[in-house]
């Protein structure tokens, strides 16, 4: 069965430092990728998405994700971290014949001034 | 209003209550989705609507009961929950069903079981 791990469960950077967020998935075939960003008393927002070609991705409010099919990661990055990310991130990966999306646990991002 | 709407934002109830949570989308998609969100766990999928049609029901229990009566409205109606309910119930909506394609969301309702 296909699943979504995301190893950091809270990550307290600096602002302005650079951010990694780790996402390992499982799946048998190549699976449609997601992030989401969730604020506060708020939904999901879509960051970016990974379907198919260039393996680096490029997404809103600054943030990439590289897919890495040899090590089954998505991972999001961002060069320098404003105090508005502060959120909770979400990993998700989605088959290709349905509209299921298995989501991580998430991520909460502390952003220190 | 635009893209997806939740109402009541907060709900308390008591376990012998009745409530219904509503949720709406202004992006003209034909899918929509009911998720649960509880601290530390993932987010769960629990019905999928297309086209009005119930799709899919993740192993729901009874107590929790969707109905779609248009492609734009999805409603939760609620009885005798338990405690172990209480968590953050989002709304989501997309295009269509197709693999991998974006659904938006609502900002939630946050339910508290009593």
């Known amino acids: 069965a296909q699943s979504v791990t995301q190893p950091d469960i809270h990550i307290t950077v600096s602002e302005g430092a650079s951010l990694e967020l780790r996402c390992n998935y499982s799946y048998g075939a190549t699976p449609y990728l997601f992030w989401y960003v969730q604020s506060p008393g708020q939904g999901l927002q879509l960051l970016l998405k990974?379907?198919?070609?260039?393996?680096l991705v490029q997404g809103i409010k600054g943030f990439e994700a590289e897919f890495k099919r040899s090590q089954s990661s998505f991972n999001l990055r961002k060069p320098s971290v404003h105090w508005s990310d502060a959120a909770e991130y979400f990993c998700?990966?989605?088959?290709?014949?349905?509209?299921?999306?298995?989501f991580g646990t998430g991520t909460r991002l502390q952003v220190f001034p | 209003e635009t893209g997806v709407t939740q109402t009541p934002r907060h709900l308390v109830m008591g376990m012998t209550n009745k409530k219904s949570l509503k949720c709406e989308q202004h992006l003209g998609h034909n899918a929509m989705y009911w998720y649960k969100q509880s601290a530390k766990k993932p987010l769960e999928l629990m019905f999928v609507y297309n086209f009005k049609e119930q799709t899919e029901n993740n192993s729901v229990p009874s107590r929790f009961s969707p109905e779609c009566p248009n492609s734009s409205h999805l409603f939760l109606h609620l009885h005798t929950l338990q405690p172990e309910d209480s968590a953050l119930y989002l709304c989501?909506?997309?295009?269509?069903?197709?693999?991998?394609?974006?659904?938006?969301f609502g900002p939630g309702t946050r339910l508290t079981v009593l």
């Open positions: 998700a990966v989605g088959r290709t014949n349905t509209d299921k999306l298995i």
């Open positions: 990974y379907f198919s070609g260039d393996t």
């Open positions: 989501a909506s997309s295009q269509d069903r197709a693999g991998g394609t974006e659904q938006f």
